[in-house]
């Protein structure tokens, strides 16, 4: 095999994001998202949407018939207990990723689409499953098991799964990484905020526990997600308030989180309302905040010892308030922040904690695309990467 570039495809429920990364040197050639798939005036569907991507490259002299096109690798949201690293597709791997469309019926039909469509493409390349999971498959049972009747639990597939996975593995390396010591040396706690959000306690390089549980609906408040909630308020709105399983679903999912507590769900409006003196902006803000302290607080219990908190993804490597806020006044437990380094603009990996912390706080932005590509590259090419 020649090639030394790999398509790196993300296809989620109305959009598809790619990009091509080399290699040789992880640049990246072209990258380029579809959207709007399925609705009206956008793009019919998830094929035509793969072939607007194939056309794009094609125009850009980079086709996917381009030789220098080494492998294709997939986001992949749910792989279940079965997949639990990168994985090269075939017939029989795809059909397992079908199988797990129950645990994610929102996710994996987009990805499974995704898949066809670009081995129909090139039946010829190598193209490999990246799984959202993966990352969290070391999760202890302790951690994994949710307390609810065992048969029925395993029957369903009832656990704590986790996602987010490739963010966390990438962001808890660099974050080793940024401290100038191996993985294997550190106790990391990752804190992924995006539209959806996720934590994870990472020891060692070895994931121990994750806020996300069956969906990614558990844990820390998120855009429009809920998070934890006591599973109690599902059936007081069925029974109470009439509203059946799809609208609970939808409810808990779509018009929760920030959304649902003011109307926003991007931080940088609720930012400005709350200088404005919203009150509703500023309870969102706290109630998000409050929950992200309790989950660092819970993981640092778990790992016994926290080297390292990195923020990341467009909340955490962004927002000055929501690190200040969920930070502030732990110095009982190690954590310090410098107000000046953490309020300073960046772009790459960089402490924003005190000297005198015994913690190090890290903003470390997150690359899902290029870990996903390592992990393509490595087993479709055989390569040591990743
Ligand atoms: P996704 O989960 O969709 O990949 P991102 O990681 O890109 O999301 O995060 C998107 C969110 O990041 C936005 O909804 C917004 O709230 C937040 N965000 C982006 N930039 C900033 C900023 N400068 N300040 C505060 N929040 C920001």
Do not use: W
Request: with cysteine.
């Amino acid at each position: 095999m020649t090639g030394t570039r790999v398509l790196v495809l993300n296809s989620g429920s109305s959009s598809v994001k790619y990009q091509l990364i080399d290699m040789a040197d992880e640049s990246r050639p072209a990258s380029g998202l579809v959207e709007r798939i399925g609705e009206e005036g956008g793009t019919a569907d998830h094929a035509a949407a793969l072939r607007r991507v194939a056309d794009e490259l094609d125009g850009q002299g980079l086709g996917l018939d381009s030789p220098e096109l080494a492998a294709i690798g997939h986001r992949v949201v749910h792989g279940g207990t079965r997949f639990t690293r990168p994985t090269l597709i075939t017939d029989d791997v795809l059909a397992g990723i079908r199988d797990l469309v129950p645990l994610a019926p929102l996710h994996n039909p987009a990805n499974i689409t995704g898949i066809e469509v670009a081995r129909r493409l090139r039946p010829d390349l190598p193209q490999v499953a990246v799984f959202d999971t993966a990352f969290h498959a070391t999760i202890p049972e302790a951690a994994a098991r949710y307390a609810v009747d065992a048969a029925t639990a395993d029957r369903y597939g009832i656990r704590r799964y986790g996602f987010h996975g490739t963010s966390h593995a990438y962001v808890s390396r660099a974050t080793a990484a940024l401290l100038g010591k191996d993985p294997a040396e550190v106790n990391v706690i990752v804190l992924h905020l995006g539209n959806g959000a996720s934590a994870s306690a990472v020891r060692g390089g070895v994931c121990v526990d994750t806020s996300m549980g069956l969906t990614p609906l558990e844990g820390l408040v998120m855009g429009t997600r809920s998070g934890d909630i006591d599973p109690a308020v599902v059936f007081h709105l069925e029974r109470v308030a009439g509203l059946d399983t799809d609208e609970i679903d939808t409810l808990l999912n779509k018009k929760s989180g920030l959304l649902g507590l003011c109307g926003d769900n991007d931080m940088r409006e609720i930012g400005r309302r709350m200088a404005e003196g919203d009150q509703a902006a500023q309870l969102a803000f706290d109630v998000y905040v409050h929950r992200l302290r309790r989950y660092v607080g819970a993981f640092t219990a778990v790992l016994g010892r926290v080297d390292a908190i990195a923020f990341t993804a467009g909340v955490g490597e962004n927002s000055v308030a929501v690190r200040t806020a969920a930070l502030l006044g732990l110095d009982n437990i190690g954590v310090t922040m410098d107000p000046v380094r953490n309020a300073v603009r960046g772009n790459g990996a960089r402490v924003v904690s005190a000297p005198s912390s015994r913690v190090t706080v890290a903003v470390v932005p997150t690359d899902e695309e290029l870990e996903i590509a390592r992990d393509t590259y490595a087993l479709a090419c055989g390569t040591a990467g990743g």
